[in-house]
């Protein structure tokens, strides 16, 4: 395929109609008579040797091949979007951007609220939008990741992508304050005994990963999709959950539950941020980058001259840590 034969101005056009169903309103969108949208569609329809749209009725459908298209164009555009909009300089005081950031509820919490006050202050005009991450981050990390402009997620889970090192934290266990059964300790016996709440994405069950690293098979009663819910699901109940100590600080003060050192040596949780090759050379995200390895040294208060590397996409020098 020899893109300098192809009108891009069709991406538009296509992702448009896929997504209107509708070619006077697809016009109308992206501002082209119901004329010149009709001679894109078929335009479209010769390319790719499918009618892409077929009526029904009074109505249109897309042909399997247009369902198959509509994710792709719409990454298309973003992709070309972000392209377009990359930067020789950027001036963080002057500058009106957002920057889109997928994160978990513990990655939003903790580093985003902290990336957020200093952007405050240094850069009143850029916007941070924090979205949860779909379950295709694994499968399709390339394509989630040329679409945003970053992703906050332990190591771990993805690899193969230039990423910045941004704090580390230590897993600990929740119980009810009220729970008879569970004195100043917790035993790893107890661990295979009581029930659990868990944190649960189908691309990461830490609390699942790391038991069953030791050889328990944690019996769940309850499964959330956002880590700031354990707590209230073991407050009043026998249950255990596992939860990063950055966020049991907050738990105590929300629900009457205890925090407990786990009785085994858990992985640590060492959070990245991790994007898109293509936004390697944009100025405005180099900075974005550098700030968060700042950020990331104020929670952890080491490695900063390997962190600020990372983030700039260079080595550190010898021997410098």
């Given at each position: ?30 501002g082209l ?15 790719f040797d499918d ?13 399997p ?14 992709l070309?979007?972000?392209v ?31 990336l ?24 399709n990390?390339?394509?989630v990741l ?21 704090h580390?934290d ?17 035993t790893l ?9 868990v944190?649960?994405r ?24 956002t880590?700031?819910l354990?707590?209230h699901?073991v ?9 990063q100590?950055?966020l049991?600080?907050?738990a105590?003060r929300?629900?009457?539950v ?6 085994f ?9 991790w994007?898109?090759p293509?936004h ?16 990331g ?5 080491h ?10 996409g260079?080595?550190p020098?010898?021997?410098?840590f």
């Amino acid at each position: 395929m020899n893109l300098s034969r192809l009108d891009l101005n069709l991406v538009v056009a296509l992702r448009a109609l896929l997504e209107e169903r509708n070619v006077t309103r697809a016009g109308e969108r992206i501002g082209l008579s119901q004329p010149a949208m009709s001679a894109a569609l078929a335009r479209l329809r010769r390319h790719f040797d499918d009618e892409l749209l077929a009526r029904t009725g009074n109505a249109y459908e897309l042909t399997p091949l247009g369902v198959a298209l509509r994710d792709r164009s719409a990454t298309a555009c973003d992709l070309l979007e972000r392209v377009f909009a990359s930067q020789a300089d950027f001036d963080p005081a002057a500058e009106t951007r957002e920057f889109t950031l997928l994160a978990s509820d513990y990655g939003a919490a903790v580093f985003g609220a902290a990336l957020a006050r200093a952007l405050h202050q240094e850069a009143p005009g850029i916007r941070l939008t924090f979205q949860h991450p779909a379950p295709s981050v694994v499968e399709n990390t390339a394509t989630v990741l040329s679409t945003v402009d970053g992703l906050l997620m332990p190591h771990g889970v993805i690899d193969g992508f230039p990423n910045v090192d941004l704090h580390q934290d230590r897993w600990l266990c929740l119980v009810a304050d009220d729970n008879p059964e569970i004195g100043d300790t917790l035993t790893l016996d107890q661990l295979g005994r009581l029930p659990w709440a868990v944190y649960q994405r189908p691309y990461d069950a830490p609390a699942a990963r790391q038991l069953s690293m030791i050889g328990i098979s944690p019996r769940v009663e309850v499964s959330v999709q956002t880590f700031q819910l354990l707590p209230h699901m073991v407050e009043g109940t026998r249950r255990v959950a596992m939860i990063q100590e950055r966020l049991a600080r907050r738990a105590v003060r929300s629900a009457a539950v205890r925090v407990l050192p786990c009785p085994f040596e858990a992985v640590p949780v060492q959070e990245a941020m991790w994007w898109h090759p293509v936004h390697a050379q944009d100025a405005a995200h180099i900075w974005l980058r550098q700030k968060a390895a700042e950020v990331g040294l104020t929670l952890t208060g080491h490695g900063a001259a390997e962190a600020v590397s990372a983030a700039q996409g260079t080595e550190p020098a010898p021997g410098r840590f």
